[in-house]
């Protein structure tokens, strides 16, 4: 899914919907599955968070996977904090959102003038399928020893505050109100972009009774948590996952490190270096295909693309009688540099018994033939790095994608 920001700019984010955005289904474990060894998580700096693929016990209903989790801190303005675990990392969003069954701080609202009087905002992030709605608040956001002062968040479906303008619902398809719907207690946008470009409204009334549409400057919208950080390592990421086996794996750990060129642990010596344009997107080309929308969205738990001379099944999912590889191609689409890796295409389980299965891909709403969509299934065994935009790094203009 994909959200659409102002000024006719479309960005990329793929927020999967505990597979009902794939099509599939299952449980996440079977008595007939082996048993693999036990991940180990990596020693970190304070730069770092352990990034965990595995199921979310909260919606053991559904198979979470390919769903990489965060643990988040948030703390109030008298420093009353809670962590929040199961956390999906979304390299294709800018923003944290938490749904509001998982906040237990009473945090305060982000206010804007509207008739001359402050009141409440409230936003839609709308998606090509999908929407949140909730009101944007204050908090602190922590990350290990990284921190984001009073920074802009949006709650996902407060009950206690308006309910969503018929312009929201009416023009992005369903709502992403629940755990759930998502397979995480929230997202934690931490890609290419600092502001998130929603749609914001001005909620009149004590809890937000009625909502006109608003324009929000830049530092009144839900923020990047890495661009707001007081460190140095404010200008982007480096995601790590390991590499994983054609079958399928239990779980899978990785880590999240902050800040790129500011550290030991996040020099970009020996990264491939591919500038992004003004939407994002970089060029892909493989399968005797080429791609010229293609992002890099660890949100995606598929890779979500129309791929010629592949069958699929009815709900779009590629399926292989056989493990596929490409020698895949990525280029910049505003500058000469690229990078070199591999596409590979899996045979679809029958039934999803791990959590974490390289290989996957659908066409599943996908509209255009130049678009892929490289989700978390793609980025098993590669170190990614995301630069923000607007910030100036040795290698070059921001934002890129860096790969190793």
């Excluded at 929230?186 to 409204?201: A, Q």
């Excluded at 003004?278 to 129309?306: P, W």
């Amino acid at each position: 899914m994909k959200m659409t920001r102002h000024a006719n700019i479309v960005m990329c984010i793929c927020v999967t919907m505990t597979l009902a955005a794939c099509g599939g289904g299952g449980s996440a474990s079977s008595p007939s599955a082996p048993t693999p060894a036990p991940v180990v998580a990596p020693a970190l700096n304070t730069n770092q968070v352990v990034v965990t693929v595995e199921q979310n016990p909260a919606v053991s209903a559904n198979a979470t996977v390919n769903q990489p989790y965060v643990t988040v801190r948030i703390c109030d303005t008298n420093n009353n904090c809670q962590n929040i675990d199961y956390v999906l990392v979304d390299t294709g969003s800018y923003g944290l959102r938490l749904f509001a069954s998982a906040v237990s701080l009473n945090l305060p609202p982000e206010m804007t003038p509207s008739g001359g009087v402050p009141q409440p905002v409230g936003e839609c992030a709308s998606f090509v399928s999908s929407y949140t709605w909730g009101p944007v608040r204050e908090a602190t956001v922590m990350l290990n020893g990284e921190s984001a002062a009073s920074i802009p968040v949006q709650i996902i479906a407060d009950p206690n505050f308006a309910s969503v303008p018929v312009s929201c619902s009416n023009n992005a398809g369903p709502s992403i109100s629940t755990a759930h719907d998502l397979g995480a207690n929230g997202i934690l946008g931490v890609g290419l972009f600092k502001h998130d470009g929603g749609n914001y409204y001005a909620c009149s009334g004590s809890s937000g009774t009625s909502c006109v549409s608003v324009t929000l400057a830049g530092s009144s919208q839900v923020v990047n948590p890495v661009a707001a950080f007081s460190s140095a390592d404010n200008n982007g990421v480096i995601l790590s996952l390991p590499s994983v086996p054609a079958t399928g794996q239990q779980s899978a750990t990785g880590t999240l490190t902050f800040g790129l060129d500011t550290q030991a642990d996040n020099a970009l010596a020996g990264f491939s270096i591919v500038p992004a344009d003004s939407s994002g997107y970089i060029s892909s080309n493989f399968n005797h295909q080429t791609f010229t929308q293609t992002y890099i969205d660890s949100g995606s738990n598929f890779n979500f693309l129309i791929l010629t001379g592949y069958p699929a099944d009815s709900n779009g999912n590629y399926t292989p009688p056989n493990p596929v590889s490409f020698p895949m191609s990525l280029s910049s689409t505003v500058s000469a540099n690229g990078a070199t890796s591999f596409f590979y295409l899996d045979p679809q389980p029958q039934s999803f018994m791990f959590n974490a299965y390289p290989g996957l891909a659908s066409n599943y709403g996908v509209a255009l033939s130049s678009q892929a969509d490289l989700g978390a299934s793609w980025l098993y065994g590669h170190s990614v790095a995301y630069a923000i935009n607007g910030n100036t790094l040795s290698e070059g203009p921001t934002p890129f994608y860096g790969f190793q």
